[in-house]
């Protein structure tokens, strides 16, 4: 049907190519093939939405019916041909029924269904109307000098034309406003997508009754009257389309404020220059180039001003709750520069303008690369949690997550406005849970260190209690039972006592490099890469070491040392690898120590793990700890540590 009323309008514009209505027919043909192409796109993608097909079955018929019957019209009449009168009948009969098809438009928009079964008394009263309408145009006699031959060929002397077409033009009048009343009554029934659908509809509508009228009293002033009238037409197809298919549904309300709100501003600043213009025109003079120059210049000046004012006060009257929104935001915010209330309240703030108690605000921390809530603590999906997820951004890095219940407000673009204008308070509020979250994490490893500290000392001292010390009391009984033996000339007894307490003072020296050994390991002493390689030697599997025999701080080298056994150990018992890279290097004034295995994978710290003991010790030095372990490709567990240059 689409192509059948381009072809036709084609052959429409070339039979009229050459006369004098020519722009006419062109601008005629813009609007039925725009309703064709409309109703094309509406009736393939929702095929029982009546709308579609009747935008395309009036485009068709006014296509071949009257734009071609009006050319075969006028080319007949310039040359001669035949049918001129019977064309120039049915060109009129069919541009008459194109008021019944929009009657029916407004009744069945958006869905194609009426209301209810008694609107379709307003269809029958509108065929009636039309049906009058036309014989009482179409039948008069008094229309003779509208035809070539002079004569109407379907004019009937005594039949009342007149009445006939004023009785039907009144029931059609009668017929469209009620259509228009059934709109009205579906809209204020409406709500959420059916309404912005009708708000599409209605704007254009509106659009062409200022339009239209204007057009029509232009037309006997400028040819430029014919595009106003075209470009207002074809304005109502392609918004019943966009409001059908849901495209870029809720940017009407964008349309409709801007519309307004730049209206207003030009209606207003004209007449504030024409007011400064008669103004110092009376002061300097008719005609003075000078109260031109002063007007425009006050127009410029208070542009800006006005243009807030309007806008403020068009959002007050049609956008209450997004203006309401954004109010309490800018309050927010105010709220926040002076101190009086803190960032995380940004989630507060939230729920209350988009009136969902359930709205969650979640921050995306990039280092651990995870979301917290707004204590700081990892944010973890409920079993059934069906909340739309909202991604936010800034400057293209994402900051956060927001959840909200689906429904939860009528205008889905609302969240983006306030999220929008309160990005930064969101960021700032990041920043901070994401600064309290690390200094809680130092704290926390700070007490396990301590801790683990505490209960060395008691171990130490416990060993040392319950070994060394024991021994060296026996050793000291050993020589004080020696001394006895010598005072009675026991000397051969003495010697094997003295022999004895010899060998209980090299046990206690070997049990005392025992516990020394887990304050530092001895074989730092000749380096980090001589410690590794001890380390290496002594594995159960083999290990290949790179390290550097650059020396650094003591304690740098300890925390290196036994990370490297930790991870070493974790491979070995957990990760049930074949190979083991340790590697030690100075980069960009860190050491960097890497622990990587050809193991199963899906490492993580834990609390009370070997890992998590590492993630402290890394903690304490002022370093980081990154962990790459996924399952079946090993893991490569990296620390780098702060040292001097």
């Keep these: 049907m689409f192509g059948l009323t381009l072809a036709a309008e084609f052959g429409a514009i070339v039979l009229s190519w050459g006369l004098e209505s020519r722009y006419d027919t062109l601008l005629y043909a813009v609007y039925s093939v725009s309703l064709a192409g409309a109703g094309a796109l509406i009736a393939s993608r929702q095929p029982r939405n009546a709308i579609g097909w009747l935008f395309c079955s009036f485009a068709l018929l006014n296509a071949v019916a009257a734009d071609v019957a009006q050319g075969w019209t006028l080319r007949a009449v310039d040359e001669g041909w035949r049918g001129s009168d019977a064309a120039a009948v049915l060109a009129d009969v069919i541009r008459q029924l194109s ?4 009657i029916v438009t407004f009744l069945l928009f958006p869905h194609g269904r009426l209301l209810s079964r008694r609107w379709r008394i307003v269809i029958w009263l509108g065929g009636v109307g039309t049906i009058l ?37 009144t029931v059609g009048i009668a017929a469209l406003v009620a259509s228009v009343a059934s709109l009205v009554l579906r809209f204020r029934r409406s709500h959420g997508i059916e309404r912005q659908q009708l708000k ?73 220059f024409a007011a400064t213009a008669f103004l110092l ?119 956060g997550l927001v959840l909200h219940e689906r429904g939860s407000h009528r205008d889905p673009t609302l969240l983006a406005k306030v999220v929008q204008a309160g990005g930064l308070a969101i960021e700032i509020a990041r920043l901070r849970v994401e600064l309290h979250r690390q200094v809680a994490q130092v704290e926390a490893s700070r007490a396990r260190i301590l801790l683990a500290g505490d209960e060395e000392r008691r171990r130490v001292e416990r060993d040392l209690h319950d070994g060394a ?129 050809d193991g199963v994978g899906g490492a993580a710290p834990s609390n009370g793990s070997g890992l998590a003991g590492i993630a402290d010790r890394i903690a304490a030095q002022g370093g980081t700890l990154r962990i790459e372990s996924r399952l079946g490709e090993g893991t490569s567990l990296v620390a780098e540590l702060p040292c001097a240059s």
Aim: proline fraction near 4%; charge should be neutral; hydrophobic fraction near 50%.
């Design 99 to 102: 008021g019944l098809g929009w």
């Design 200 to 272: 599409w509809f209605a704007f254009a509508a509106v659009v062409a009754a200022v339009a239209l009228p204007v057009g029509f009293v232009l037309w006997f002033v400028t040819p430029l009257a014919g595009f106003l009238i075209a470009l207002t037409l074809t304005a109502l197809p392609l918004a019943a389309c966009v409001a059908i298919l849901r495209y870029r549904l809720y940017e009407i309300d964008v349309v409709v404020n801007r519309t307004l709100v730049y209206a207003a501003l030009s209606v207003l600043l004209t007449g504030v």
């Design 281 to 399: 025109g009376i002061t300097l003079g008719r005609g003075s180039a000078w109260a031109t120059a002063g007007a425009t210049l006050v127009v410029a000046t208070t542009f800006l001003p006005l243009r807030r004012r309007v806008q403020d006060a068009i959002d007050r009257r049609l956008s209450r709750a997004r203006y309401d929104a954004l109010r309490r935001m800018a309050d927010f915010l105010e709220d926040l520069h002076a101190g009086h209330i803190a960032p995380e309240a940004i989630e507060s703030v939230l729920q209350e303008v988009l009136d969902d108690s359930r709205l969650e605000l979640r921050f995306y921390l990039p280092q651990s690369e995870m979301y917290v809530d707004a204590q700081g603590m990892p944010a973890k999906d409920s079993p059934g949690d069906d909340r739309l997820r909202v991604p936010l951004e800034r400057a293209g890095q994402p900051i």
């Design 133 to 169: 309408a036309v014989l009482g145009w179409s039948l008069g006699p008094d229309r003779d000098p509208d035809f070539a031959s002079g004569r109407n060929p379907v004019g009937i002397d005594g039949l009342p034309t007149d009445a006939l077409f004023a009785i039907g033009v």
């Design 469 to 597: 010390q024991q021994r060296l009391v026996s050793v000291g009984l050993a020589l004080r039972h020696a001394q006895h033996e010598l005072d009675a000339g026991a000397g051969a007894n003495a010697r094997a006592t003295l022999d004895g307490a010899v060998a209980e003072i090299k046990g206690v020296v070997e049990e005392l490099r025992e516990l020394a050994r887990g304050l530092r390991p001895a074989q730092l002493d000749a380096g980090l890469a001589a410690a590794l390689r001890e380390l290496a030697r002594r594995a159960q599997l083999p290990v290949e070491v790179r390290a550097t025999g650059e020396r650094f701080a003591d304690s740098v080298e300890t925390a290196a040392y036994f990370i490297a056994c930790e991870g070493l150990t974790n491979a070995i018992k957990h990760a049930h690898a074949s190979t083991v890279i340790l590697s030690a290097a100075r980069q960009n004034g860190r050491l960097v120590v890497r622990v990587a295995d």
